[in-house]
């Protein structure tokens, strides 16, 4: 009877195992296991003094999934002296919250606090939230929402007014890589397996999970129940994790050379006016798993560097790209970016801004720091009015033709031209326009 016990509790821990995903299996329980989120959680940062101290008050936390919103709640619900409550607005209605707000404001008569977590509080329509309200302005509940989206569009003004807003970030790669060793050293996690799986291989999955500890866990998971099983443990090979993450050139981008060649590729097809070749290699890019806003972003600074006032949509373009990536994600804003790339490949290219600013930086870099002429200083006070500020400045929407003779740079660089429009796109006319104020400056 004793080793049936035994054999029984053995199965019932090895299905546990099974069943419950690793991402639960290691959950932190404490402060000092969460990863990430430094800027609110690291020594004397405010979130980590409110929840040490027990002092929490109603808040929000908003972030991309999978940075850790509902395990600080876990760890709150750890640490407080109050009645923690986890909600969720997937299967919670109206009458579940007044059950709920009943039972707290009970408990708040005993005084006793009540805690309140709600996940994915966005999904709460208007006369949900406004439940929650007045039991928050008497203080009956501590509430604690986690979201997704924006507070400001998504949570009512008065009850977000009574809630203070923490913003958490995607989680850093090295953070990601940090959290997946520990789950693979961790007993609750592959400890006991002897699993044989490479640093490369690991920050694989790191650069596959875009930030997300949730899809970098199970991605972890995945790899090593489908790896080989042998007499030494479990071999996680290049070829099934590939089938893991789709994603075959990040198992190969050596110290992120790849990576670099990428983008490169991309830049100098869009600059050599190829639209064809811009847009496999930014498909290659996204295939290999980078992520679209590295990829926009890239594309804002191209417009500026490679086209320039040429074609100023450009930059309109490629901004707008970035928004619509950060609105959809992948796989849907792809679309977005083979739009951008297309419409900066065809466009003018004018490297006139580049140079402009790369020489400029080289002056402001060598020469001594010139003081503002005093006719460009403004004079709000007496004081500055007596000792010139402002004298001989001349306004420019005073004339007839918009202009002033007035000298705006430095006398050791009176002369300096930085700005050389080339003769592409719209910058030819804005040479032609450079061209009649020097003229009408010189004949006047």
């Given at each position: 009877m004793f080793w049936e016990n035994v054999m029984e509790q053995m199965t019932l821990f090895d299905d546990q195992r099974v069943t419950v995903p690793l991402a639960s299996r290691i959950r932190p329980r404490k402060l000092e296991e969460f990863a990430g989120q430094s800027h609110l959680l690291g020594e004397g940062k405010i979130l980590r003094?409110?929840?040490?101290?027990?002092?929490?008050?109603?808040?929000?936390?908003?972030?991309?999934?999978?940075?850790?919103?509902?395990?600080?709640?876990?760890?709150?619900?750890?640490?407080?002296?109050?009645?923690?409550?986890?909600?969720?607005?997937?299967?919670?209605?109206v009458k579940e919250i007044k059950e709920v707000m009943k039972r707290a404001e009970d408990s708040r008569k005993m005084g006793i606090r009540t805690v309140l977590f709600v996940d994915e509080i966005h999904r709460f329509n208007k006369a949900q939230q406004d439940a929650f309200l007045p039991f928050v302005e008497k203080g009956s509940i501590i509430l604690i929402g986690a979201t997704t989206e924006n507070p400001s569009f998504e949570i009512n003004a008065a009850l977000l007014s009574r809630c203070r807003v923490f913003v958490l970030k995607a989680l850093e790669n090295r953070e990601l890589v940090r959290l997946l060793w520990n789950a693979l050293r961790n007993p609750a996690g592959f400890g006991d397996q002897k699993v044989q799986i490479t640093d490369r291989q690991v920050e694989a999955i790191a650069a596959f999970s875009n930030g997300d500890a949730r899809t970098a866990l199970n991605t972890l998971e995945t790899a090593v129940l489908n790896g080989n099983v042998?007499?030494?443990?479990?071999?996680?090979?290049?070829?099934?994790?590939?089938?893991?993450i789709s994603r075959k050139s990040l198992l190969y981008d050596k110290n992120g050379e790849e990576h670099y060649n990428l983008i490169s590729a991309l830049h100098?097809?869009?600059?050599?006016?190829?639209?064809?070749?811009?847009?496999?290699?930014?498909?290659?890019?996204?295939?290999?798993?980078?992520?679209?806003?590295?990829?926009?972003?890239?594309?804002?600074?191209?417009?500026?560097?490679?086209?320039?006032?040429?074609?100023?949509?450009?930059?309109?373009?490629?901004?707008?790209?970035?928004?619509?990536?950060?609105?959809?994600?992948?796989?849907?804003?792809?679309?977005?970016?083979?739009?951008?790339?297309?419409?900066?490949?065809?466009?003018?290219?004018?490297?006139?801004?580049?140079?402009?600013?790369?020489?400029?930086?080289?002056?402001?870099?060598?020469?001594?720091?010139?003081?503002v002429p005093l006719k460009l200083r403004n004079a709000p006070t007496k004081l500055m009015k007596e000792l010139d500020y402002g004298r001989g400045y001349e306004y420019a929407h005073d004339t007839e033709e918009k202009l002033t003779h007035m000298q705006c740079m430095p006398d050791s660089l009176k002369d300096r031209r930085y700005y050389h429009p080339t003769g592409q796109g719209e910058e030819i006319h804005i040479r032609r326009r450079l061209e009649e104020i020097e003229e009408w400056k010189r004949n006047e």
């Open positions: 003094r409110l929840i040490e101290q027990d002092q929490i008050s109603s808040m929000i936390f908003w972030g991309p999934p999978g940075v850790g919103k509902t395990t600080l709640a876990s760890i709150i619900a750890g640490r407080t002296k109050a009645d923690f409550i986890n909600f969720s607005a997937v299967t919670s209605g042998s007499a030494d443990g479990i071999v996680v090979t290049n070829e099934e994790l590939e089938q893991c100098k097809s869009m600059r050599n006016s190829d639209p064809d070749a811009a847009i496999y290699w930014m498909c290659r890019m996204l295939e290999g798993g980078e992520n679209p806003l590295y990829i926009a972003r890239r594309l804002i600074r191209f417009a500026s560097e490679d086209i320039g006032m040429a074609d100023s949509r450009a930059l309109q373009v490629a901004v707008a790209a970035y928004q619509a990536c950060h609105f959809l994600g992948m796989p849907e804003c792809d679309v977005h970016l083979t739009h951008a790339v297309t419409y900066l490949s065809m466009a003018p290219k004018s490297n006139a801004l580049y140079v402009a600013c790369e020489d400029c930086k080289k002056d402001v870099g060598a020469l001594r720091a010139e003081p």
